[in-house]
């Protein structure tokens, strides 16, 4: 029998995209639950305000999903977690051995926002608006899995799409980081746009326009992990809405990753839909992971 592995989801303040009269991010936290919680190897409890988390409630977890932005507009700044939460995450992580997984929007930390440098160095990554953060023009997306294949992604299509999703490139790599999913940021959608960009996104345009943003016409990392100290990070930046959701690949990977920032292995395969299986609703797993 495998051990149960116990969720702390950080949830709460939301931009407006998701916090809205038709779009809350308490049905984010709702799919999370279902999602990993079917799989039969998680646990999951979410805390709906985190600011001032310690140790104490933090540690009883084996990973912490962020699902927390600490703004209600991008243009924005962001209310972090405080010291003492920044200071207990860290260690979680980095001391205990454990893991984090940070969500879709939670990701982009601006350097005016008071969060500590370590996150980025813990996500490997950085996501701001001045180093080239931006969502691509909405619709349909083509996703890459990257080769070699980490066990996260053992099995997965080798391109698969999502529809209606936010899909934020510009993202900065670091060393020792190593990247599952990209998107070809393509040039040739962003000038067939309608509208690109929105303007509820701030998106830093150099004179030379949209051309010379950073990191055009190449693979744009959407998904990657990182090992931080003794502990693991996963980020993954869709997931905006129920679409992505369904997809059997996002189905696959998501509880993958959470089991592998949590432990360092990868052990659930994904839902078993044959025979009778077929019948059983979504997210397929029916506590066989």
Partial sequence: MTDVLNVL????????????????????????????????????RVVEDPRGLGVEIIDKYDVVIVVFEGRDGYHEKAVGFGAETDAALLKFVHDDGKGIVWFHGSAAQEDDWGY????????GSRLTVAGGLRPRPWGEAQLDTVEPRHPITDGISA??????????TG?????????????????????KAPMWPMSHYPVAIPPE???????????????????YGAGRSFTITIGHDIDTFRRIEFI?????????AATGEVSLDGPDRRGERRFLPWPYYNGQG
């Fill in 9 to 44: 989801i950080l949830s709460g303040h939301m931009t407006r995209e998701h916090d809205n009269e038709f779009r809350s991010f308490r049905q984010h936290n709702t799919w999370l639950t279902t999602l990993l919680e079917d799989t039969g190897r998680f646990r999951v």
């Fill in 116 to 123: 500590p440098d370590e996150y980025n160095v813990m996500r």
């Fill in 159 to 168: 391109r698969w799409t999502v529809t209606g999703d936010d899909i934020l």
């Fill in 171 to 191: 993202v900065e790599i670091l060393d020792g980081a190593r990247v599952l999913l990209t998107t070809f940021d393509d040039l040739e959608s962003y000038e």
């Fill in 209 to 227: 326009g949209i051309a010379a943003l950073p990191g055009m016409n190449t693979d744009q990392p959407i998904a990657w992990i990182n090992e």
């Fill in 252 to 260: 696959r990977m998501f509880p993958r990753g959470v089991e592998w």
